[in-house]
């Protein structure tokens, strides 16, 4: 079984930086493709970035692309979300998940695994 923990977010001004980190624990070989999701309130869960930890495969969301880069660590059980140049709209509850059963990576509903969420503010 595998949980996991994000860390990192927090209130930056328009054209700031931050950078997500999700930490996975337990059971890694669930961890095939991590992704990072984002929800805004009254607004659905969007995919904003994945990546394979075996293939090293990255894709985005095309709002993010040339913004955001999803990276693995040394120890490939922890992921980042680098983010530069975020503006407002980036504002959300960011969250990671794992443990993904097949299908589009896009969609929330093919992740079994989701962490407690990370709050990114950007004014």
């Known amino acids: 079984h595998v949980q996991l923990v994000e860390s990192g977010g927090g209130s930056v001004q328009d054209g700031g930086s931050l950078r997500l980190s999700c930490a996975a624990s337990?059971?890694?070989?669930?961890?095939?493709?991590m992704g990072w999701f984002r929800q805004a309130p009254g607004k659905e869960r969007e995919g904003v970035a994945a990546?394979?930890?075996?293939?090293?495969?990255?894709c985005y969301v095309d709002s993010v692309k040339g913004r955001f880069t999803i990276s693995q660590g040394n120890a490939k059980n922890t992921v980042y979300l680098q983010m530069n140049n975020l503006k407002p709209e980036d504002t959300a509850m960011y969250y990671c998940?794992?443990?993904?059963?097949?299908?589009?990576?896009?969609?929330?509903?093919?992740?079994?695994?989701w962490g407690q969420g990370t709050q990114v503010t950007v004014s």
């Open positions: 998940a794992t443990d993904h059963r097949g299908g589009a990576l896009w969609a929330g509903s093919n992740f079994a695994v």
């Open positions: 337990g059971n890694a070989d669930s961890t095939n493709c």
């Open positions: 990546i394979n930890t075996r293939s090293a495969f990255r």
